[in-house]
């Protein structure tokens, strides 16, 4: 993998305060070949009060549509819905780079329950 980027510029705890990043369980995934570049179509249950949303994620290379279902991903459910081709994306679903730079899901290590926060 290339160098990391370098870091982001400080904020205040307050500005980490206002992005809201929850823990939602996958209950569909299906392959999304309109996207220009590879993608999965993701339905999250994320509970009451944030409920069921879509996200399109660019996770093809470490992640298959078919063992997603079920797992427990991080997701910001406080951005405003972004169209992505014929799909409105309401999350963004969070990840990594592997080794090679290819995205890896961010995941709780074991079952926590849906709507969690991170703190």
Do not use: C, W
Not at 72 to 86: D, E, S, Y
């Amino acid at each position: 993998m290339a160098d990391a980027p370098s870091p982001a510029p400080q904020i205040s705890f307050d500005d980490f305060l206002k992005v809201d990043i929850r823990v939602g369980t996958i209950i569909e995934a299906e392959p999304f070949p309109e996207a220009r570049k590879p993608a999965i179509k993701l339905k999250i249950d994320f509970g009451d009060p944030i409920g069921i949303k879509k996200s399109s994620a660019q996770i093809t290379e470490n992640h298959s549509a078919a063992e997603l279902v079920g797992t427990q991903v991080l997701a910001v459910v406080n951005f405003p819905p972004r169209q992505i081709g014929p799909f409105m994306s309401e999350v963004l679903t969070l990840g990594v780079p592997d080794a090679e730079g290819k995205v890896m899901l961010i995941r709780p290590d074991r079952a926590v329950p849906k709507g969690g926060r991170l703190y």
